[in-house]
């Protein structure tokens, strides 16, 4: 007896047909990006540690509890990647991608990877479509960026979403943020943990989840109370333009993202079908970061998308995404004959684009037809020894249940139109 095994637990695995509506989600996300010129960059999956605890913020989460780090059989510290922005700058700034012309603007789309404990709409390996513009402080550009994602939502009919928008000021306001929110946070009943986070990373324990910590926090003061007038400027223009683009947010003041790279515009789609993991998406600004991992400074925006939490609200919204049947045509064949014929025709069809399967292992009619109807195909193309005799094929449309025989030299083409009809 063989060892029979599972899936490592948490990871987001998908087996048809769950895994067609998967890429239908993903390239339907991927689409909008495409649609907008960002071009394509195919990342590593795994990257050096440094480069999370530099880019993303040794104080995260993500950085502190949810890393699957490794040491390599060289002793190098390598992480699987938890996000995709960090990777994106290091490749920017790698293959000098910035000399181009400004700004580059790159789409990536995989797994990512974070320990956290797994549940509905959280996962271990977990799946983004994401993008980064690198090279431009141009309010119309973060409007671009939320509208992508806005398209890419769109072109999978999803509508109840919400965006929450914020602004997290420039690095001046940041860090004058800082010591208003220290302050105030030293006035409050926390646990040694939290002071501790509280005095490394203030604006992380507004992310702090527990409602004993969140009802401390309704006093807090607000980013916007302290932004400085060239961010404020800069949020009021973008926002100008989502309401020229008939974009509808919500202004979230408290709206602090997972991870520390963030300057001026954050935002997050959030869909209320979806239980406590609600956020299906979210980015924004990273002036800082390129500088940061050694490039030259230049400012950049870009979004994370979930995969696998738009899949979610799509069901709860009821909506059918992708296309569930595996082919149009199901060939079946009775006898040798009659079997090289299908397997023929098969390639002329899947040459013309035409999904074709065909039965395997010579089963009786009754069996093939039960594996045509299974398999979704529109039409059923069957060679028996009358066909292969008189060189023809016997086509049987399984929604109206019509039959023809047509020359096998037609085939292709007879196909196509009864596919169009
Ligand atoms: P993030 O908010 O950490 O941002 O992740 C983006 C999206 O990935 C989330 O909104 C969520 O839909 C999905 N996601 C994150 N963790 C999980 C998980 N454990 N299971 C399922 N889905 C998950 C980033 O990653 C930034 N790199 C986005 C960005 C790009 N900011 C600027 N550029």
Redesign the pocket.
């Known amino acids: 007896m063989g060892q029979k095994f599972q899936a490592p637990k948490g990871v ?1 695995e998908y087996t048809p047909p769950d895994s067609i509506e998967f890429l239908a989600v993903r390239n339907a996300l991927a689409g909008a990006a495409q649609r907008a010129g960002y071009s394509y960059l195919e990342l590593p999956i795994f990257e050096d540690t440094a480069l999370y605890v530099r880019g993303v913020g040794e104080s995260t989460d ?1 950085v502190s509890k949810e890393m699957y780090t490794f040491d390599d059989r060289g002793g190098r510290s390598l992480t699987l990647r938890p ?3 960090a990777g994106v700058v290091r490749s920017v700034v790698e293959h000098s991608l910035d000399r181009a012309g400004l700004p580059v603007k790159l789409w990536y789309a995989g797994p ?1 990877f ?1 320990a ?1 404990r797994p549940q509905h ?4 390996q ?1 799946n ?1 479509v ?1 993008l ?1 513009a690198l090279g431009s402080s141009d309010p119309a550009l973060d409007a671009e960026v939320i509208a992508v994602a806005v398209e890419g939502f769109a072109a999978l009919g999803l509508t109840g979403y919400r965006l929450l928008l914020n602004s997290l000021g420039d690095t001046a306001s940041r860090l004058e943020y800082r010591d208003v929110l220290t302050t105030f946070l030293a006035t409050l009943d926390l646990d040694e943990a939290t002071q501790a986070r509280a005095q490394q990373n203030p604006l992380r324990v507004l992310d702090d989840k527990r409602a004993s910590v969140q009802a401390q926090l309704v006093d807090a003061p607000l980013m916007a109370d302290v932004l400085s007038a060239e961010s404020r400027e800069h949020h009021d223009a973008v926002r100008g333009y989502l309401r020229d683009l008939g974009i509808v947010w919500e202004d979230a003041p408290r709206l602090v ?3 520390d790279y963030y300057t001026r515009t954050t935002f ?2 959030v869909h209320d079908g979806l239980g406590a ?1 609600s ?6 600004r ?1 002036d800082g970061l390129m500088a940061e991992l050694g490039g030259q400074e230049l400012p950049g ?6 995969v ?2 738009t899949l979610l609200a799509c069901r709860a919204e009821g909506l059918a995404v992708g296309q569930t049947s595996r082919c149009d045509v199901f060939l079946i064949a009775m006898g040798d004959v009659a079997k090289t014929r299908i397997m023929t025709a098969a390639a002329s069809l899947r040459a013309a684009s035409v999904r074709t399967d065909i039965a395997f292992d010579g089963r009786s009619l009754k069996g093939s037809m039960r594996a045509a109807d299974k398999s979704g195909a529109k039409l059923v193309a069957i060679v028996g020894e009358a066909e292969v005799e008189a060189d023809t094929v016997n086509i049987k449309n399984l929604v109206t249940s019509d039959q023809v025989s047509v020359p096998t030299g037609d085939l292709v083409q007879e196909i196509q139109e009864m596919l169009n009809t």
């Open positions: 987001a993500v996000e995709g922005t990512f974070r956290e709409g959280r996962y271990r977990f983004q994401g980064e993202r997972g991870l997050e789609f993991q956020a299906i998406g979210g980015g924004g990273y925006i870009g979004f994370g998308l979930g696998d939490r």
